[in-house]
């Protein structure tokens, strides 16, 4: 990520833009590319985004959608919003984690982890995203910004092949 993304993603989120709208442009970028196409096309003369912008984004980012063609960062949007939200997530003492797993997890056991999560990161909540990787064998693995935590076959069965090899 650039600096230049996190300086916006701070920059919307000092704007108290409701989470709804942001929420809202996210995923017309995604649904829809020919919008981020457009904006990020430098034949298409600054006046004519303006209108793109006023007629399909959420009100409340105008100004900010209008300042970032205008700089010619539009490429950025999306890393923008990321920035964004783990600058919301840092504000609000959010822990961000993804959880690599082979079975889903009950809801019990989704409960347990953030329980852990949030007693080892002194954080008051914890925004888990799931993914489903079959090349763990078993077991699972969950990752945040500074730290892994390996609870599967696949690393059980590394860990063994190391040992096995340093002696």
Known sequence: ?????INYGKVLYQLNVSKESILETQKLIREVPELLKALENPTISFTEKQRVISRVFPEELHNFLC???KYKHAQLLNEIFQAYQEYYNEQKEILSATLYYVTPPKDEQLEGIKEFLKKQYH??????ELKEDKSLVGGFIIRTKDHEYDNSLKGSIHELQQKLIWR
């Not at 954080?123 to 888990?128: N, S, Y």
């Open 67 to 69: 300042v970032v063609c």
């Open 1 to 5: 990520m650039t600096q230049t993304a």
């Open 123 to 128: 954080m008051k909540a914890v925004a888990l």
